[in-house]
């Protein structure tokens, strides 16, 4: 079975100037000690815009590449993740190249605004002691006593609340 080409690699093949700069962008993502899939996931964004235009986004304008993330959130609405990677992906690239002016004029991604939530003293006394079921596929709750443990610890020290362990 013949392995499928992946994104970077096609963009390696295909794209003026791409091997260099990913090299450059493994090379620099290693040395600042980020994770391999930040590499991976910064490197598929870039390949993706420049199999796009057929070029690096360090030869678009910032016109540009903003109206291919608009077309991103437009056509198919990425996930949030997704398009964090791409503008992250963008931003640590020209920095890299010493253009922070571009990196700086990428659009902001929105904090999600949604709130934790929050039990109250009773619903945390009933989780407490609700009983362990005996086939874990029946019940959350299988493995209360690590979960809960945890919970206790934090719960007691941030309102002082005693309950018994369970």
């Known amino acids: 079975m013949e392995k499928k080409e992946t994104l970077i ?7 003026a100037g791409f091997s260099e700069l990913n ?3 493994e090379r620099k993502v290693k040395l600042n000690s980020l994770s391999r899939s930040t590499y991976y996931n ?3 964004s870039i390949a993706k815009i420049s199999l796009h235009f057929k070029r690096t986004p360090l030869q678009l304008s910032l016109e540009a590449i903003e109206d291919y993330l608009l077309l991103q959130k437009q056509s198919w609405q990425p996930s949030e993740s997704y398009f964090k990677h791409m503008v992250y992906g963008l931003r640590f690239l020209f920095r890299l190249y010493d253009r922070p002016a571009e990196a700086l004029k990428l659009p902001v991604i929105q904090r999600s605004k949604k709130l934790p939530v929050i039990l109250s003293e009773k619903e945390c006394k009933i989780l407490f002691h609700a009983p362990k079921c005996k086939r874990p596929s029946k019940s959350i709750l299988h ?3 690590k979960y809960l443990t945890f ?3 934090s719960t007691r020290y941030e309102t002082k609340m005693e309950f018994a362990k369970g």
Request: aromatic content about 6%.
């Open 143 to 145: 493995n209360r006593p």
């Open 42 to 44: 910064y490197a598929r």
């Open 23 to 25: 090299r450059k962008l």
């Open 151 to 153: 919970v206790l610890k």
């Open 9 to 15: 690699e096609r963009a390696i093949r295909t794209v």
